[in-house]
């Protein structure tokens, strides 16, 4: 690579990064704001707040990375337009591919990184964010007692505490359980504390009483100062993890097991989703053979280029609505996958066409090329 393509590809790299950093900050607002919840309702840990929001990135800079590269490179080819430095570098004898092809290298670069992300690191985060999502409502701190509120963890049982302090000691705690028409059961408790024995979830209580209204219709009264509950008989098993789409790797999506119903059931949307990741890492390149076409793909503007760069925008907007549209036709239609390869493709196939088309007519007019770009 020669000084100055690497001049060149220095320009582009340094706000795509920023511009991809940028762009990621707000997408981590954003999902902090949504996991808020894990902190407010289920009384999860900031560590697991945390975590829950680095996990669901991959698949945010998968969508974010296309929209830095157009950003950054609407950027920096205004300001190097600006500058000059495009005219000397057409004044030089540089083709438009060598003026360009540091750009297109940065953006090839960026769908390389965005496939990669889509194909491997996202199903791998996404399956963490999947377990971790299932432990906190396994929780049984979270899923059985709130402070202030009756909740019912299991059909016919009705728990309620009054209070419970950060270490898990729990106030004032009551416990219904109901057995038909014929058995009620309910347990009442100054204090207590959740403790795994062997494995299994016990409530140890302190000073309360077990009240047991049975069959004989006789009312048993027992108070206690130390009583160990089993929860186990309390509470529904929580159900295994089933991963989504987004949730799988590539070869679960393309090969996937007909011996199971559900993904038999589903390999339409299987499919979509796996060319919908290998469609979208092409947007990346899409969206610099925009940004450059809007700069240098057209007639020397004094005034700038603010309508060029409107129309790009508009257009990189609509090419991806089309992927996404694309997407959900060919879920039902696996033929139609191809679809979703169609608008990165068009736009860059039509970027090309006018960024040469106009190298191309100028080469054809001697000299044009350096007067054009002098008065630039």
């Not at 076409?293 to 007639?299: F, N, Q």
Request: aromatic share 8%.
């Amino acid at each position: 690579m020669r000084v100055i393509d690497r001049y060149l590809f220095r320009q582009f790299l340094g706000p795509t990064l920023l511009a991809t950093l940028a762009f990621s900050a707000i997408a981590i607002f954003a999902e902090a704001l949504s996991a808020m919840g894990l902190l407010l309702n289920q009384r999860q840990s900031l560590v697991v707040f945390i975590k829950v929001v680095v996990l669901a990135m991959p698949q945010l800079i998968v969508l974010i990375l296309p929209v830095a590269v157009l950003v950054a490179g609407l950027s920096t080819i205004n300001r190097l337009h600006r500058d000059n430095e495009i005219a000397i570098c057409f004044a030089n004898g540089m083709s438009r591919w060598r003026v360009i092809s540091p750009a297109v290298r940065l953006s090839t670069l960026a769908a390389l990184t965005s496939l990669g992300i889509a194909l491997w690191v996202q199903p791998l985060c996404y399956r963490a964010l999947r377990d971790t999502l299932q432990d906190t409502r396994s929780d049984l701190l979270t899923t059985m007692i709130r402070p202030g509120q009756f909740t019912h963890p299991a059909p016919g049982v009705t728990v309620y505490a009054q209070a419970m302090d950060e270490d898990g000691t729990i106030h004032n705690l009551f416990i219904n359980r109901r057995v038909g028409a014929a058995h009620d059961t309910t347990i009442t408790a100054r204090d207590g504390r959740l403790k795994r024995q062997a494995g299994a979830p016990m409530l140890i209580l302190h000073h309360g009483a077990n009240q047991e209204f049975g069959m004989t219709g006789v009312l048993n009264f027992l108070s206690f100062d130390d009583y160990v509950l089993d929860l186990r008989a309390l509470v529904i098993a929580a159900p295994g993890v089933r991963y989504k789409l987004s949730d799988r790797y590539i070869h679960e999506l393309v090969f996937p097991d007909l011996a199971r119903d559900w993904e038999r059931a589903n390999t339409g949307p299987m499919l979509a989703e796996a060319n919908a990741r290998a469609a979208t890492s092409g947007y990346a390149i899409a969206f610099m053979l925009l940004a450059l076409t809007a700069v240098i793909g057209g007639r020397f503007n004094r005034q700038g280029y603010g309508l060029r760069i409107a129309a790009v925008a508009v257009v990189a907007l609509v090419a991806r609505i089309l992927g996404f549209a694309a997407q959900a036709v060919a879920t039902p239609h696996p033929l139609l996958n191809l679809l979703q390869y169609a608008p990165p493709i068009l736009v860059s196939a039509g970027c090309l066409s006018i960024l040469f088309r106009t190298s191309a007519r100028r080469t054809a007019r001697p000299g044009a090329e350096t007067l054009s770009a002098a008065g630039r």
